[in-house]
């Protein structure tokens, strides 16, 4: 557990899963009090609590979960200096982001933009150099000879190290940091000062 790694509490009384959809994921954590922001209002999981609309939420949490959002943020900053206020002194912050780390493709820069300008003007040509790209970047971490990367949902990609970096600015002190055991870059981190706007 990327908790106890940090030596984090093992029990919270208050645990909120900020984008956690139903509160699957507060399964894992011992705590009085279990709740989950989603602007969608899905229905959550027996005897969690959940927020739709971000101005209702208390600002006393012990626990935060942020799992697999923000690397959709448009300022992951922001993001994080909203989630440090909604921490109760003392509280604890874990996030989570696809570790989406590989080495450069050989090729020159130039070379590389002509590659691309002409698969964009052969869609059949572009689909299949995606799906090939995509294959194995994620399967081999490796990207093929003027290769690419389609940015389709994801706005950020992160390191342990900007992981780190993006807490350590807004006002955390991570504790660890790291690869979890199902292979997702993650963060645990404790609220210590007031972050700079």
Partial sequence: HSLSRAAAPSFFNSVLDHGGSQGHMLAAVEAARKAVYDPSARSTVEGVESYARADALP????????????????????????????????????????????RPAIGGEAL??????????MRP???????????LRVRYRRLPPLGFIAMREHLNYFTARSLSAVLARNGFQVEACGIDNGGQLFAVARKFATPAA
Avoid at 62 to 71: N, R, Y
């Fill in 59 to 102: 600002r006393d949490w012990m626990l935060i979960l942020s799992c697999q959002v923000l690397e959709h943020t448009s300022s992951p900053a922001a993001y994080i200096r909203d989630l440090h206020a909604l921490l109760g002194d003392d509280g604890w912050l874990y996030v989570e982001v696809p570790d989406e780390s590989w």
């Fill in 112 to 121: 590389r933009r002509r590659v691309l300008r002409t698969l964009l003007s």
């Fill in 125 to 135: 040509l572009l689909i299949a150099a995606d799906v090939l790209c995509t294959v």
